[in-house]
């Protein structure tokens, strides 16, 4: 299986700032990588996938990178929408697409 | 817009099988284009693929859940379906069913339900 590996797991930012993100895989997986965002009581929504695409209707202040292992989402000017959990998801061993741990965006 | 929803007793006994369907509204449950399936999340954790189904019928499950797991789907009623048997406290959980989309390189889950908690208890 592959393992996806989150990091950090939580950090405290403010309005603003510029966020980044880390997400590891434990074998590579070459750029099948997508990244979703949570909001409390919600269902994920789908922000990028492999690795660096951005899905329609998502702000231009989202972005992905990374390919192999290490991959990062970045947003460059946080808002306060933006404040939520992230995770990451492989989609290299298809159809077992497992995700990452997830990090909480919270406001510093 | 496609919508899902899914529909379900929101409490299951120990050691019974849990079951949930999944509407999906403004598509087709029958495009060659997709698959369907279901995620759960434990209260306060993160998100564990359940297995998924294609329209003819062909199933991929997590491994791990494989055991206890059966997904269909009815075309006719453009719904699929879960059922977990066996539950113990560790499936409580929300479940989302969710659209599984080829999105350039493998699966992406582009579209969900809103989610259904469902708690295991007596």
């Known amino acids: 299986d592959i393992q996806m590996t989150q990091s950090p797991s939580s950090l405290s930012a403010s309005v603003g700032d510029r966020v980044t993100i880390t997400c590891r895989a434990s074998q590579s997986i070459s750029s099948y990588l997508n990244w979703y965002q949570q909001k409390p009581g919600k269902a994920p929504k789908l922000l990028i996938y492999?690795?660096?695409s951005l899905q329609s209707g998502v702000p231009s202040r989202f972005s992905g990178s990374g390919s192999g292992t290490d991959f990062t989402l970045t947003i460059s000017s946080l808002q306060p929408e933006d404040f939520a959990t992230y995770y990451c998801q492989q989609s290299y061993s298809t159809p077992n697409p497992s995700f990452g741990g997830g990090t909480k965006v919270e406001i510093k | 817009q496609l919508q899902l929803q899914e529909s379900g007793p929101g409490l299951v006994k120990p050691s019974e099988t849990l079951s949930l369907t999944c509407t999906v509204s403004g598509g087709s449950i029958s495009s060659s284009s997709y698959y369907w399936g279901w995620i759960r999340q434990p209260p306060g954790k993160g998100l564990e693929w359940i297995g998924s189904i294609y329209y003819s019928g062909s199933t991929y499950y997590n491994p791990s859940l494989k055991s206890r797991v059966t997904i269909s789907v009815d075309t006719s009623k453009n719904q699929f379906s879960l059922k977990l048997s066996s539950v113990t406290a560790a499936d409580t959980a929300v479940y989302y069913c969710?659209?599984?989309?080829?999105?350039?390189?493998?699966?992406?889950?582009?579209?969900w339900g809103q989610g259904t908690l469902v708690t295991v208890s007596s």
């Open positions: 969710a659209r599984h989309s080829y999105c350039t390189n493998g699966v992406c889950l582009d579209y």
């Open positions: 492999a690795a660096s």
